[in-house]
């Protein structure tokens, strides 16, 4: 059985993915942040020593540093806030 965190990032990713430009850094970001938060979840209902949780903590930790690159650039972008870009 899905667990209704699950459906609930499932269809918001949906949502994200049918209506932000991911040529743009900060729709990239919150299309990462999703996956991340989604396969976090998942790996959650697996037992620690499940080998399939390591690899879903794995790529929710790519997806992490990918919203963290993607909002870094999305910050860089913005006119006249590249000096307070955070490093």
Request: charged share 25%; hydrophobic share 50%; glycine share 6%.
């Amino acid at each position: 059985m899905t667990h209704p965190m699950e459906e609930d990032l499932s269809e918001g990713l949906a949502a994200v993915l049918a209506s932000v430009d991911r040529s743009d850094p900060l729709g990239e970001a919150q299309v990462a942040a999703l996956e991340a938060a989604l396969l976090l979840v998942r790996a959650d209902r697996l037992v620690p020593d499940d080998e399939s949780r390591a690899q879903l903590v794995h790529e929710a930790l790519g997806a992490a540093r990918a919203t963290v690159v993607a909002t870094g650039i999305a910050l860089m972008r913005q006119p006249g806030r590249a000096r307070h870009a955070v490093g």
